[in-house]
């Protein structure tokens, strides 16, 4: 594998289940990002990490709970989540969280979630 | 807050002619970052382009080019000699070059098609 993988490509759930989302990164990098992507909207970041340690929540609703365990794997668990939750999420990494420098980030191909 | 505007939900292009995409944003800041993303059907969001706010050289990378005019803060995407694989979305994305935050604010795309 390389770049940024996720998995499952494509999901479904009710509003009362649990389920998580799984990123992971083989480029060596130590910040990973979760991205929302809805239709006709921008795509909006909703949490940062740097080396394991979470330095950003956009104002996430708690039913969105992100874990980190190493550089390299960043998940999402899902909990009771709402219709309008229905989106592509998307996971990014870059070499590390930057100051006043550039870092590229890079996307997985995202998870197709869908809230019934 | 920063915002970024792309007034084109859609466009098109004939192969092997020329096609801009606009991009307007609106921040304070002096320093910053701004960035053309392409995302095929495939789903996967590559980094297509880059521009440093300080740099007055327009960026350019093979087939695509930039129009930076910082006054009017407007960041234009050139594509050159239109091929059937460019056919994407493009996003336009800002970010600060100020230390601490690494959050891309990006516009709402623009849905560019390739006509043979």
């Known amino acids: 594998e390389t770049g940024v993988t996720q998995t499952p490509r494509h999901l479904v759930m009710g509003m009362t289940n649990k389920k998580s989302l799984k990123c992971e990164q083989h480029l060596g990098h130590n910040a990973m990002y979760w991205y929302k992507q809805s239709a006709k909207k921008p795509l909006e970041l909703m949490f940062v990490y740097n080396f394991k340690e979470q330095t950003e929540n956009n104002s996430v609703p708690s039913r969105f709970s992100p874990e980190c365990p190493n550089s390299s794997h960043l998940f999402l668990h899902l909990h009771t989540l709402q219709p309008e939750d229905s989106a592509l999420y998307l996971c990014?990494?870059?070499?590390?969280?930057?100051?006043?420098?550039?870092?590229?980030?890079?996307f997985g191909p995202g998870t197709r979630l869908t809230v019934l | 807050a920063q915002t970024v505007t792309q007034s084109q939900p859609e466009m098109s292009v004939q192969e092997a002619e020329t096609v801009t995409l606009s991009c307007t944003y609106d921040t304070s800041e002096s320093d910053y970052y701004l960035f053309w993303y392409k995302q095929p059907p495939s789903r996967q969001m590559i980094l297509v382009i880059r521009?440093?706010?300080?740099?007055?050289q327009n960026a350019t990378e093979n087939r695509f080019s930039v129009n930076f005019q910082k006054a009017a803060k407007s960041f234009s995407l050139k594509i050159s000699d239109s091929q059937l694989g460019d056919a994407a979305m493009y996003f336009c994305?800002?970010?600060?070059?100020?230390?601490?935050?690494?959050?891309?604010?990006f516009g709402k795309g623009t849905k560019l098609t390739v006509n043979p």
């Open positions: 990014a990494s870059s070499p590390r969280l930057a100051g006043p420098n550039y870092n590229e980030q890079f």
């Open positions: 994305a800002y970010r600060s070059a100020q230390g601490g935050s690494e959050k891309l604010v």
């Open positions: 521009q440093e706010a300080y740099k007055q």
